[in-house]
């Protein structure tokens, strides 16, 4: 059973940094991406990051670069986003998910179909 669990996620001010974590387990590849994706009340889902475990290519969403740096230990089958200098614009529920190809095309457009599986999500709140 492949699964996700996204921790890390909290009440923050504005400006300050906050680093989540993304923990898969039951998928024994190293060839998968990891993304990050968020949803603010009321808004659609907006892909922020993904990474690929193969080879490390990422990929930012323009709102979040130069802010947002994600990362990944291949040993821990672990994903980082680290979010620096945070807005209030960043609260969100934030989710971690896997899709199999890190280079499709799809899959770096945050395409929901192609993430196969999703962890549980973790609420980021950034106060001004």
């Known amino acids: 059973e492949v699964q996700l669990q996204a921790s890390g996620g909290g009440l923050v001010q504005a400006g300050e940094s906050l680093r989540l974590s993304c923990e898969v387990s039951?998928?024994?590849?190293?060839?998968?991406?990891v993304g990050w994706l968020r949803q603010a009340p009321g808004q659609d889902r907006e892909g922020i990051s993904c990474?690929?475990?193969?080879?490390?290519?990422?990929t930012y969403e323009d709102s979040v670069k130069g802010r947002f740096t994600i990362s990944a230990d291949n040993a821990k089958n672990t994903v980082y986003l680290q979010m620096n200098s945070v807005k209030p614009v960043d609260t969100a529920i934030y989710y971690c998910?896997?899709?199999?190809?890190?280079?499709?095309?799809?899959?770096?457009?945050?395409?929901?179909?192609?993430?196969?599986?999703w962890g549980q999500g973790t609420q980021v709140t950034v106060s001004s």
């Open positions: 039951g998928f024994t590849s190293d060839d998968y991406a």
């Open positions: 998910a896997l899709a199999f190809d890190g280079k499709s095309y799809y899959v770096r457009m945050f395409v929901p179909y192609y993430y196969k599986y």
């Open positions: 990474i690929s475990m193969k080879d490390g290519s990422t």
